[in-house]
């Protein structure tokens, strides 16, 4: 099998002169002919001025180089797509199956024996994971780290939870414009993800719990030395994988590595996008998502992880107490502990060497946790024919059973405009409804669905209400919020024949999200949509015209079709 410069010619039609030619060239940049004789390991670039939770990356890269060359192999640093969560427009999960591409065929067009892929802020490790379960050459996933947390008066604060909750507070009138640009300059203190458990930290987790990635890779934070340690070690054993040629994607992503990883997708509190990107990995890797499955791990396994938005703590917390390794100790009954470790042996293994850390709260037992159920909740109903998600650990107990009154929103232009409308007709006990912000509706499937409280009510004190729709929420956010509804409204989804002043209900509990209306108008209204027009003209080019004819809905991870493993558009059958 041919390895290091010499995988993947160009094609002259002539090899032997594709490699002197390729050798001629990369001599240019000064290396010896012992260089370029040894194994090579890809490192992915995402360093972007665009994208301070990859600040450290340059750091990170020398960390890695330095692993590699002390195992003996030859590093070599690639540039990729970089996506920073607030400064993408329209949205980042528009663009995360993208840089999922660039990242494979990337991987897939130049010579590497194994690949370090660095990334961190929310959509890029997701992106990567797709993208090295596609490729199937052997990866170690380095996340960037968390941030660590700022100071406000006497108060801790991170990004983002503390960013929505001082916003709310702003919006309520109880922080002025001079102080709220204050807070703006103390949320982020460093570079790095953000410090709560939203989608970046949540994916840091997953990819450990995977075995993709070193133990203790998830929590160490950016700026600690721990973290450029754990950059070293993951550049030497991807120089030794490039010699051994495995563990391969394909061996480490695998029907019971991804239950592990539901189970800490449960149990640390995690994001809702957390479980859009697992469903993505999953179907890249052919291993059929069970969304029941998943929901009933929910009602088995507790939130055993202190850490905002559900609890009180910072990532920063988790990496002083022990780390993920910490954690998912305490869930050994419930994890396949026999799961393959890209750090060559088990999940078993690496948590056997999780420091026991006395006197801490962050990481609790199955005796004592933070929640008695999972984080999330999966439901269906009228509503959701193919399912929709609450993370009702970060919800208002006394609205996991609610029937209101639907005020509609038609679109995020539409909510925008009329949210904080004075003469807006809403109370407390209603429930907010967006649509046409799912995958194809808005597109991209925005970060829109934590609507804000309407002014009105905010300055009431109004702190949270009922809120559903095809949209995400940042893993960050807390609200009593049903998301991912499926399918969206834009492609016929129950959600579009909602009218103002209907009657809906939410009941966690019994996992239902239903539109209380007789079944004969039921159908009436969904026969008239079939021939309404579409919201917004279709994009004509170019990648929004791939998005929009090729993205799956949120039950199927939002991939593109052609890219699941069998590249078919249909449901992986369900298991369990
Ligand atoms: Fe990048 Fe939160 S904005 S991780």
Known sequence: MTAGLRKGLTSYGDAGFSLFLRKAFIKAMGYSDDALERPIVGITNTFSDYNPCHGNVPDLIESVKRGVMLAGGLPMVFPTISIGESFAHPTSMFLRNLMAMDTEEMMKAQPMDSVVLIGGCDKTLPAQVMAAASADLPVVVLPTGPMVVGNHKGEVLGACTDCRRMWG????????????????????????????????????????????????????????????????????????????????????????SVRNAMIVLQAIGGSTNGLIHLIAIAGRAGVPFDLDAF????????????????????????????????????????????????????????????????????????????????????????????????????????????????????????????????????????????RNAGPKGAPGMPEAGYLPIPMKLARQGVKDMVRISDARMSGTAFGTIVLHIAPESAVGGPLAIIHNGDQILLDVEARRLELLIDAAEFDRRMSVLKDAPPHRTPPQRGYAKLFEDCVLQADQGCDFDFLMRDGSSQTPKKVG
């Open 295 to 434: 929901d009933q791990l929910g009602r088995e396994i507790p939130v055993l992880l202190n850490l905002k938005p559900s609890g009180a703590h910072y990532m920063e917390h988790l990496h002083h107490a022990g780390g993920l390794p910490a954690l998912m100790r305490e869930l050994t009954c419930f994890l396949d502990l026999d799961a393959p470790n890209i750090s060559g042996g088990t999940l078993g293994d690496a948590i056997a060497a999780a420091e026991h850390v006395a006197n801490q709260d962050v990481i609790r037992s199955l005796a004592s946790p933070l929640k008695p159920e999972g984080a999330m909740a999966v439901l269906h109903g009228n509503l959701a024919p193919l399912s929709a998600v609450i993370k009702h650990s970060a919800a208002s107990p006394h609205l996991m059973r609610h029937t209101g009154r639907a005020v509609v929103f038609d679109s995020i232009e539409d909510m925008t405009n009329r949210i904080d409308d004075p003469d807006l007709d809403v109370t407390v006990d209603d429930v907010l409804v967006l």
């Open 169 to 256: 507070q702003h919006r309520a009138g109880n922080i002025d414009v001079v102080e709220i640009e204050t807070i703006s300059g103390r949320l982020c203190p460093s570079v790095g993800t953000c410090s709560v458990m939203g989608t970046a930290s949540t994916m840091a987790c997953i990819v450990e719990a995977l075995g993709i990635a070193l133990p203790f890779s998830a929590a160490a934070p950016a700026p600690l030395a721990d973290r450029r340690r754990i950059a070293e070690a993951s550049g030497k054993r991807a120089a030794e994988i490039a010699v051994s040629g495995s563990p391969l994607p394909s061996q480490l992503i695998t029907a019971a």
